[in-house]
């Protein structure tokens, strides 16, 4: 089992920033992909960015150039830098990990972030 807490989550104002961590814990060897997804009031839930074990990331077309996600296997913590953020950026962020042998997908709890002014 792999257990996923967020944190990091809250209110900033539009161009501000936030950076939101997600502790890993369980049976990690099982796990490669990492990743953020968010889910809007009304809206479908929606890939944010990933990253692997080795460090390659992927990022959705609409933070790309404003978050960053990053992995510190050490301390089994995968962040989301997120910069100039915008109104259309609210929702709650998840934090998700993948076994790479059942492709089975583990969830955390969520952390509300809300951009307004």
């Known amino acids: 089992q792999v257990q996923l807490v967020e944190s990091g989550g809250g209110l900033v104002q539009p161009g501000g920033s936030l950076r939101l961590s997600c502790a890993a814990s369980g049976s990690l060897f099982s796990i490669n992909v990492m990743g953020w997804y968010r889910q809007a009031p009304g809206k479908q839930r929606e890939l944010v960015a990933s990253?692997?074990?080795?460090?390659?990331?992927n990022y959705a077309d609409s933070p790309k150039g404003r978050f960053t996600i990053s992995r510190d296997n050490a301390k089994n913590t995968v962040y989301l830098q997120m910069n100039s953020l915008k109104p259309e950026d609210t929702g709650v962020y998840y934090c998700?990990?993948?076994?790479?042998?059942?492709?089975?997908?583990?969830w955390g709890q969520g952390t509300q972030v809300t951009v307004s002014s």
């Open positions: 990253i692997t074990k080795g460090g390659s990331t």
């Open positions: 998700n990990a993948q076994n790479r042998f059942t492709r089975y997908d583990y």
